[in-house]
């Protein structure tokens, strides 16, 4: 079979390849041409002469502040998962303690959870704490669905490490502490390096939960700048498009230079 | 004989990152041979690793950061989600019990009536439009080919989109004065798509299938690839053409992949918010309000919150029950190996 031709699917990559390839020609060619050549000539003409200046406009208008907070919440979101989740998966893989098993279905539960039920409460917490409108009320939640999926990933790659191993740094009486840094750690890159990417997407393309928890200038992250872009000029496609590509070029960036890694962390997105 | 061989194909997955050797071990055993090979001094050792077990095995400390977090933030919010359904709250002050007036209130909304029925026909047309695609692409791109890893990248582009700003992205395309409808008037028509209800929900299905269908292709690559090369070869020697070999084998090795990519669209699809607010603000009228949206709706621009804490608990517990039925239903839950019988 893998080797005979297969026209029918090969037929159907390219009608998917049309569909995936038009919109994407058509904003990149709208972010590099004037809004007023665009508006006559039409989308999916190939621009008169080309131009960075929509690009510009994006950064005067604010979204270098966008893209701040943005990078503010990604790191903190994936420094919160990378402190707590490999000490938790350790526990669930190696720990003998009778309640273990509880805490690991408390996680599995979690992952049942779609953060769109939870917005309303989260409201309700949030502003009782009073980080309603702040950065950190974005990150906190954020942080806390990203667990149950990284919890999967990561015992999902600590299982692969052999019990011989942890016999051989008990007989050199390691502690726990020691096993961890040393043994488990180093040999869980891989699943260290998904949960990474998995986390710092779902930051990064969040939405919910800025829309939601806060509501000025200062507090924006990228994606509610499109938001609050479209409905506000949404006449200024090619601004709005050149928007569009900005947001995505850090993950562009990844893909290209660690695509495994962005992949099984997309795929973990498909898991929530 | 099947059991056996389920647990040798567990062996060797447990194994994956090879150890070599064990460390330390005079004789240099071959991690194939784990306990029959042991020497004397193996044995002494593992006796002395046993008795000292305690020392090396984190305790319950470990969890505790998470654990604490995690139930702060998910599983507090998710008990309030229940308790707020009994009040009335606007948002500002404290939440007033109230009852069941909110339920007996969204028991007799019409809209709410059809924001499940909306819920049920766009998390159906996902399933229907996304399945047989993602499942010939997937199955596609699982070959080896060097053309097909350069066409397999350029499709998952959609997936490095947020949701926000693929809506964006076609709220633009699709635009009736601006976007492609008004170059391409023999395919659109008047090109207000968004201005009917049919017109609009194909337009949700299109641009969810459009983010999504990649997602689901990467998960069916990922199912076909794992289909043991020896099937195809007997079917070829049997005589069987790609067609039979598609629908006798790979079809049915492929049966868990489609409960768990099945299972990811229903959840997908009953909370699908951020599509619906930016392309349809579920319009027109509440011709596309689905069941999430009306509860964004309620809640943050009706300032219902208690209504809106109703409607969530509702789709919690619509998506838990149809997860678990699905996974019922298909045997999922018996976690049958596809390599049963092999």
């Known amino acids: 079979m893998r080797q005979r031709p297969n026209y029918l699917a090969g037929f159907g990559s390219l009608i998917w390849l049309f569909l995936v390839g038009l919109p994407l020609y058509v904003m990149l060619t709208a972010t590099l041409r004037t809004q007023s050549d665009y508006s006559t000539s039409g989308p999916l003409s190939f621009p008169a002469h080309l131009t960075l200046q929509n690009y510009l406009d994006d950064f005067s208008n604010g979204f270098g502040r966008d893209f701040l907070n943005t990078i503010v919440v990604t790191v903190s979101v994936v420094a919160i998962v990378l402190l707590v989740v490999p000490p938790?998966?350790?526990?669930?893989?190696?720990?003998?303690?009778?309640?273990?098993?509880?805490?690991?279905?408390?996680?599995?539960?979690?992952?049942?959870?779609?953060?769109?039920?939870?917005?309303?409460?989260?409201?309700?917490v949030i502003s009782k704490a009073g980080l309603y409108d702040n950065l950190v009320g974005i990150i906190l939640p954020t942080a806390a669905f990203c667990l149950p999926i990284?919890?999967?990933?990561?015992?999902?790659?600590?299982?692969?490490?052999?019990?011989?191993?942890?016999e051989a740094m008990a007989v050199d009486g390691a502690s726990p502490a020691r096993v961890f840094r040393q043994l488990v750690v180093p040999l869980s890159k891989g699943g260290?390096?998904?949960?990474?990417?998995?986390?710092?997407l779902q930051a990064w393309n969040g939405f919910l939960f800025p829309l939601v928890l806060t509501q000025s200038d200062s507090t924006k992250v990228i994606t509610?700048?499109?938001?609050?872009?479209?409905?506000?000029?949404?006449?200024?496609?090619?601004?709005?498009?050149?928007?569009?590509?900005?947001?995505?070029?850090?993950?562009?960036?990844?893909?290209?230079?660690?695509?495994?890694?962005?992949?099984?962390?997309?795929?973990?997105?498909?898991?929530? | 004989m099947t059991s056996i061989i389920q647990q040798l194909l567990a062996k060797s997955a447990r194994r994956e990152p090879p150890t070599t050797g064990s460390r330390g071990d005079p004789g240099g055993r071959s991690p194939g041979y784990r306990s029959t090979a042991g020497s004397a001094a193996g044995a002494d050792r593992r006796r002395a690793v046993r008795s000292g077990v305690g020392a090396t095995r984190p305790g319950l400390a470990w969890a505790v950061p998470a654990t604490v977090f995690f139930t702060l933030f998910a599983i507090v919010p998710l008990v309030l989600v229940a308790v707020l359904s009994f009040t009335s709250w606007n948002g500002i002050g404290t939440p007033k019990l109230i009852g069941l007036s909110n339920w007996s209130a969204l028991w007799h909304d019409p809209v709410m009536l059809k924001s499940l029925w909306l819920s049920a026909l766009l998390t159906t047309l996902g399933v229907v439009v996304q399945t047989p695609i993602s499942i010939l692409l997937g199955v596609w791109a699982a070959g080896h080919q060097r053309n097909r890893a350069v066409l397999a990248a350029v499709y998952f582009v959609p997936l490095l989109l947020s949701v926000t700003a693929v809506s964006v992205l076609w709220r633009a395309l699709l635009?009736?004065?601006?976007?492609?409808?008004?170059?391409?008037g023999w395919l659109f028509g008047d090109g207000n798509l968004l201005g009917t209800q049919s017109g609009s929900i194909g337009v949700l299905a299109f641009v969810g299938a459009w983010q999504w269908t990649p997602l689901h292709t990467l998960i069916y690559q990922g199912g076909a690839r794992?289909?043991?090369?020896?099937?195809?070869?007997?079917a070829a020697i049997d005589g069987a053409g790609t067609v039979r070999q598609f629908f006798h084998i790979t079809l049915p090795q492929l049966r868990n992949t489609v409960i768990t990519s099945m299972v990811l669209m229903v959840v997908g699809g009953l909370t699908t918010f951020d599509?619906?607010?930016?392309?349809?603000?579920?319009?027109?009228?509440?011709?596309?309000?689905?069941?999430?949206?009306?509860?964004?709706?309620q809640g943050f621009l009706s300032f219902d919150f208690g209504g809106?804490?109703?409607?969530?608990?509702v789709l919690v517990v619509v998506a838990t029950l149809l997860s678990l039925l699905m996974v019922r239903l298909t045997g999922y839950d018996r976690m049958q190996s596809t390599a049963e019988g092999l």
């Open chain 1, 88 to 124: 938790l998966a350790y526990a669930i893989i190696r720990s003998r303690h009778r309640t273990m098993s509880t805490v690991f279905r408390i996680f599995l539960l979690g992952l049942a959870i779609p953060a769109q039920a939870v917005i309303v409460p989260m409201f309700y």
């Open chain 1, 150 to 166: 990284c919890t999967l990933i990561l015992t999902g790659a600590m299982r692969d490490i052999t019990s011989e191993l942890y």
């Open chain 1, 192 to 200: 260290l390096s998904t949960i990474v990417v998995f986390s710092a």
């Open chain 1, 224 to 272: 509610l700048g499109l938001y609050n872009f479209q409905t506000e000029h949404g006449v200024d496609v090619p601004g709005l498009l050149s928007a569009v590509m900005l947001s995505m070029l850090p993950i562009l960036v990844v893909y290209l230079f660690a695509r495994r890694a962005l992949v099984r962390g997309l795929m973990g997105v498909g898991g929530k």
């Open chain 2, 175 to 184: 635009d009736p004065n601006f976007g492609i409808p008004s170059d391409a």
């Open chain 2, 226 to 234: 794992a289909v043991p090369q020896v099937l195809y070869d007997a």
């Open chain 2, 275 to 297: 599509t619906v607010l930016i392309l349809t603000q579920g319009g027109p009228g509440t011709d596309t309000t689905i069941s999430a949206y009306y509860m964004y709706q």
């Open chain 2, 308 to 313: 809106a804490s109703a409607i969530a608990l």
